[in-house]
């Protein structure tokens, strides 16, 4: 199927036209009919020789309808420009190819209609001069009468030869359908068309609702292409999909369906535009089928382009290289088109940002470029890159995590020397922790920072340390604790008092570093033994007439009261132990 929009201005003939070329009047609503008017998109079909099923979306041509117009050729990739011979080329005719242009049509047909009221030459002429330097330079042209005929094989011809020259787009792309159209079919729900311009929609799809609100699922319970049911339909294509779960109030034009996981919903973005020096405080931008107000901020130039920051006041979901429309409603003017370079910019909150961000800006020419995004972002995950539109090739490096290339290995080189630093100035608790090696390194997941640890560096206990460093304890404190294992040498459960301690200089933190290098085992808070401990006490309570009492235990170990409760809880713990009903005990483990 080929999809093409009309545009011209009003009473030229573009709905009549669709209707002598499809034998179906584009004019749906009975408000048309009377006035003979056409004040919204209207659709028609047929099947032309040599171009297969051709879909048409016709527009109106009044001034007062622009918006609407612009929604129906928005999402379009092939126009006819309608032109009357005796009305020749008029201020709409401006706006509309003013519009294409902004918009990069570049497939197209000019017709000249009313030939039997005047000679469509000057027209024809007038019309070839100022379509020259648009995209739709040196489109055929063909001129036809709807009321005697004559001409309209010749439309036909030319028309199936435009469409031949159409790329055809991905069938496996993703999905982002604008709504035009949304209404209540009895016994079936909501229903929205749009022209589906990549990708392929299926029956049960399950699809993101971009809404001005915000994002919803939606399900495809049905799927019509040209009011026929369809189990899938590829773009180009006209579509109606029933929705399901949906009310009617829920959508509305200007809403899309897009893959989920693909397009940013975002209201602040960076574009370059062509030609647009100056820019008035308040603009809209049309994007598909919707039209947002925005209020643009230049941040500087590029040659004849403008690069801008747009604030939209609502959110549209678009990627990496879409083309927008910008326009000034006020003096019904087409201010130029816009190409997206950035759906998530960095805010521009200090000094000088502005113009750091023009100098990255000119570098940008809207292809969405993993290398490039990788550059600027430094890191970036996965999923954020295709929702922008890119195609990712790389390997994460962690979970969904992408980085720019030498970031790792940079980071990795920062982080030896933060180790080393912290190891200076806390040696008693050696290893930086994880998070805090996160926030001096400025990488968002902790994750990140485990890839960049390398040799001898390594991560133990939610920290990273520098070889056996975590084994390594001051001087002082390891001749304090090599006078405590020598204590326990000859009473290996008769742990340490304060007192004793306090002598050797081993306070809390001196004694949770040794029990972190393995140089001691805590029993309890301030009670300590040697390496092994736990076990040795296993063994020596299996021996014991199964099950025992703590008196019992307390005796058989050669240890006081203080020492040997919280042992026993620990033996519990460490399932050396169980306890019975009675508060007696028996070794389940014997080490």
Do not use: Y
């Not at 940008?364 to 890159?385: C, I, M, N």
């Not at 021996?543 to 809880?569: D, H, I, N």
């Amino acid at each position: 199927m080929h999809v093409v929009a009309t545009a011209g201005h009003v009473d030229h003939g573009k709905s009549s036209l669709v209707r002598a070329l499809t034998g179906t009047d584009p004019d749906r609503l009975a408000e048309e009919k009377r006035r003979g008017l056409t004040i919204d998109l209207g659709f028609a079909w047929a099947d032309l020789p040599g171009a297969g099923t051709v879909a048409f979306v016709d527009v109106p041509g009044h001034a007062s309808f622009v918006p609407t117009m612009l929604a129906g050729v928005g999402p379009v990739p092939v126009a006819v420009l309608v032109v009357a011979a005796d009305g020749g080329w008029m201020p709409q005719s401006a706006e509309h190819l003013a519009a294409l242009d902004a918009l990069g049509v570049r497939h197209g047909l000019l017709v000249v209609t009313r030939a039997d009221l005047a000679d469509p030459a000057a027209a024809t002429a007038a019309a070839r001069a100022e379509l020259a330097g648009t995209t739709l330079a040196g489109v055929p042209a063909v001129a036809c009468s709807v009321v005697t005929g004559a001409g309209l094989d010749d439309v036909r011809r030319a028309l199936a030869q435009v469409l031949a020259g159409v790329p055809a787009p991905r069938a496996d792309g993703p999905v982002r359908l604008w709504v035009d159209r949304a209404f209540t079919v009895r016994g079936a729900g909501t229903v929205v068309t749009g022209t589906l311009g990549a990708g392929t929609l299926r029956g049960g799809d399950e699809l993101d609702l971009v809404t001005a609100t915000g994002v919803r699922g939606a399900r495809v319970r049905g799927l019509q292409s040209l009011e026929r049911d369809v189990a899938a339909a590829s773009g180009v294509a006209r579509v109606a999909v029933n929705l399901r779960g949906l009310d009617r109030a829920d959508v509305a034009r200007g809403d899309a369906l897009v893959t989920p996981g693909w397009s940013v919903r975002t209201d602040v973005l960076d574009v370059r535009c062509r030609g647009a020096a100056e820019l008035p405080a308040q603009l809209v931008v049309h994007a598909g089928s919707a039209a947002v107000p925005a209020r643009p901020r230049p941040l500087g130039v590029d040659g004849g382009d403008a690069l801008v920051r747009l604030r939209l006041a609502a959110p549209l979901p678009l990627v990496l290289g879409d083309r927008l429309l910008l326009r000034d409603p006020a003096r019904h003017l087409v201010l130029g088109p816009a190409l997206v370079l950035d759906v998530r910019p960095p805010p521009l909150r200090r000094r000088g940002a502005a113009a750091a961000r023009t100098a990255e800006l000119r570098e940008l020419h809207g292809e969405p470029d993993e290398a490039s995004e990788l550059r600027r972002r430094r890191v970036v995950r996965g999923a954020d890159l295709r929702a922008m539109g890119v195609d990712v090739r790389t390997s994460p490096v962690a979970g969904d995590w992408h980085v720019a290339p030498g970031l790792l290995e940079r980071a990795g080189e920062r982080l030896a020397v933060l180790v080393a630093e912290h190891d200076a100035a806390a040696p008693l608790r050696p290893g930086l922790p994880l998070e805090e090696a996160r926030r001096a390194l400025a990488l968002p997941d902790r994750a990140l920072v485990q890839a960049a640890v390398r040799p001898p560096l390594r991560v133990a206990d939610g920290r990273v340390v520098a070889g056996a460093a975590a084994e390594r304890l001051p001087p002082r404190v390891e001749r304090a604790v090599a006078a405590v294992v020598a204590d326990l040498a000859a009473r290996p459960f008769a742990a340490p008092d304060a007192e004793r301690l306090r002598e050797l200089g081993l306070g809390r933190g001196e004694l949770a570093a040794a029990v972190r290098a393995g140089r001691l085992e805590r029993v309890a808070d301030g009670v300590v033994l040697a390496p092994g401990a736990l076990r040795r006490a296993a063994r020596e309570l299996a021996a014991l007439p199964q099950p025992f009492s703590a008196s019992e235990a307390r005796k058989a170990l050669g240890t006081s009261r203080r020492v040997a409760l919280p042992l026993l809880e620990a033996l519990d713990a460490a399932r050396l132990t169980v306890r019975d009903a009675d508060d007696r005990r028996r070794v389940i483990a014997a080490g």
